[in-house]
């Protein structure tokens, strides 16, 4: 695992650990507390230890590139979770559809703000995930800044997934401009950040601010006015998918799949699977009637 910083991390890990379990797989973990070098020598001691079948959530989708084919190398077959490791020719992916992740975050805010300034906040470059939530969120966004209905006045992107780097950013962002409408934001985590900044300016649910992950305090925000959208991405059904298939890639078995991905090498089997937007309208037939959270908690701070 990259690390547990982001909510949704230590919840996969326990659902695809039980998942696993429950399969007769024993799973080892290691965290690599967002550094690269560290998770690129953690590969090196799971090889060692003699493993079956190697899960990695990459730091760096281009720097783990040599250690997973050195992996692969020794024929131990290995499934990229949720991030793309590139230009290694993994034996599966398994993910939700990134660029339809970006493309819901802002078409969730162009129906709230048909016309005026956006601003996106991307996460890191290194992150494959990033690029492709980026390449959603323009899909959507370019033809109204062709049409003249929409105006992009700022992109962050940002060296990590982090809140602080987020904020000194987008700080300087309102500095220079407060004529800000909209704000399309990689995740949750970073979304809480600039709605920080936002409400130093007493801009805080005046501005439309979308994410992804339907974190807990996102989905507070959310029916407290104060982000619009999240996309939610069911975790159990990602981690128990992942978790299956890794068994079956550790018996040799054939993973069979419909969609491919381009890692920069060649086509890598792709299992994919759907996001599902969430606003202050769908938070209970959503995260709330799946019991992904609680209503109790979802509505903590609403009177109702």
């Known amino acids: 695992m990259d690390s547990l910083v982001v909510e949704r991390w230590r919840r ?6 039980a998942s696993a379990s429950d399969l007769g797989a024993q799973v080892v973990i290691r965290v690599a507390d967002q550094d690269p070098m560290v998770q690129e020598r953690q590969v090196k001691e799971l090889l060692d230890m003699g493993i079956d079948v190697l899960v990695i959530i990459p730091n760096d989708a281009d720097l783990l590139t040599g250690a997973v084919m050195d992996v692969l190398a020794r024929r131990i077959p290995i499934l990229s979770y949720d991030r793309l490791v590139r230009n290694a020719g993994v034996d599966l992916y398994v993910s939700f559809d990134n660029e339809k992740v970006g493309a819901m975050i802002a078409e969730s805010l162009v129906r709230s703000v048909p016309e005026g300034n956006f601003v996106i906040i991307n996460g890191p470059r290194n992150d494959n ?17 062709a049409a003249d209905r ?14 602080g780097e987020i904020r000194v ?26 709605i920080g900044v936002l409400s130093e300016y007493r801009m805080a649910g005046i501005v439309k601010v979308a994410g992804q992950d339907a974190d807990l305090a996102a989905c507070q925000r959310i029916a407290e006015g104060l982000q619009l959208a999240t996309v939610y991405k069911p975790i159990e059904r990602l981690a128990l998918s992942a978790a299956g298939f890794a068994v079956m890639l550790a018996k040799g078995e054939r993973v069979r799949t419909d969609s491919y991905i381009d890692d920069g090498k060649g086509k890598v089997p792709y299992i994919r699977l759907e996001p599902i937007l969430v606003t202050r309208e769908t938070l209970e037939s959503t995260v709330i009637a ?12 609403v009177v109702q």
């Open 169 to 194: 950013a987008f700080e300087l962002v309102l500095a220079r401009n407060r004529d800000v409408d909209a704000v399309a934001v990689g995740n949750d985590m970073l979304a809480e950040a600039a």
């Open 12 to 17: 996969d890990m326990d659902a695809f650990v």
């Open 129 to 145: 995930n990033a690029i492709l939530l980026n390449l959603g969120m323009h899909r959507i966004l370019d033809p109204l800044v």
């Open 290 to 301: 799946d019991g992904f959270h609680k209503r109790e908690d979802v509505f903590r701070n």
């Open 150 to 163: 929409i105006r992009i006045v700022a992109e962050i992107w940002p060296e990590y997934w982090d809140s």
